[in-house]
T-cell receptor, first 112, second 115 residues
Framework: SQKIEQNSEALNIQEGKTATLTCNYT??????LQWYRQDPGRGPVFLLL?????KEKRKERLKVTFDTTLKQSLFHITASQPADSATYLC???????????FGGGTRVLVKP | SAVISQKPSRDICQRGTSLTIQCQVD?????MFWYRQQPGQSLTLIAT?????????ESGFVIDKFPISRPNLTFSTLTVSNMSPEDSSIYLC????????????FGSGTRLTVV
């Protein structure tokens, strides 16, 4: 079965630096890899989606890459701010409209 | 983008009782998804609810424990039956949001504590 793995250790980073999070998957290549932000006590909020035939996507200070050879997606937060502190979840779907399978999430703490 | 109203936001229940969670979407959607998030864990899919047919349950989840209704294209309920303390979790509903180009929108969650 498909597994989605994220670094379970929290990422502590200084304000202004770039945070880089890793999402690795096993078996078949997902059609879509998605990244979500979750704050305590709230539901996940969609950030970015990247398709299996895409290498990179950007949205403001966020960047996602997808390497099907390494079976890995990287999520970058550039010029990080304390307000970026949250848990970031990677998820995959096989096709549009299909269920999401989530990784364990990585907690990010940006220190001023 | 879709907006989901989920309630209750939290509840404390006695073991052996049942709780029904409701999700209302402001647009018509084909599928609604129900997730469980245990303390300190990520999200696990419980079932997919299609309007007009039986819900599809993931391995480890059964209809008798988590019955789901989907009476129309904007509404669904999840019932947690015969609760035990192990059912203490956050329960979330979700829909695919065409407005976000295949991202998914989540409800705010129901924090359930079973005592």
């Amino acid at each position: 079965s498909q597994k989605i793995e994220q670094n379970s250790e929290a990422l502590n980073i200084q304000e202004g630096k770039t945070a880089t999070l890793t999402c690795n998957y096993t078996n078949y290549s997902p059609a879509y890899l998605q990244w979500y932000r979750q704050d305590p006590g709230r539901g996940p909020v969609f950030l970015l989606l990247i398709r299996e035939n895409e290498k990179e996507k950007r949205k403001e200070r966020l960047k996602v890459t997808f390497d099907t050879t390494l079976k890995q997606s990287l999520f970058h937060i550039t010029a990080s701010q304390p307000a970026d502190s949250a848990t970031y979840l990677c998820a995959r779907t096989k096709a549009a409209g299909n269920k999401l399978t989530f990784g364990g999430g990585t907690r990010v703490l940006v220190k001023p | 983008s879709a907006v989901i109203s989920q309630k209750p936001s939290r509840d404390i229940c006695q073991r052996g009782t049942s709780l029904t969670i409701q999700c209302q979407v402001d647009s018509q959607v084909t599928m609604m998804f129900w997730y469980r998030q245990q303390p300190g864990q990520s999200l696990t899919l419980i079932a997919t609810a299609n309007q007009g047919s039986e819900a599809t349950y993931e391995s480890g989840f059964v209809i008798d424990k988590f019955p789901i209704s989907r009476p129309n294209l904007t509404f669904s309920t999840l019932t947690v039956s015969n609760m035990s303390p192990e059912d203490s979790s956050i329960y979330l509903c979700s829909v695919e949001d065409q407005g976000r180009r295949y991202g998914y929108t989540f409800g705010s969650g129901t924090r359930l504590t079973v005592v």
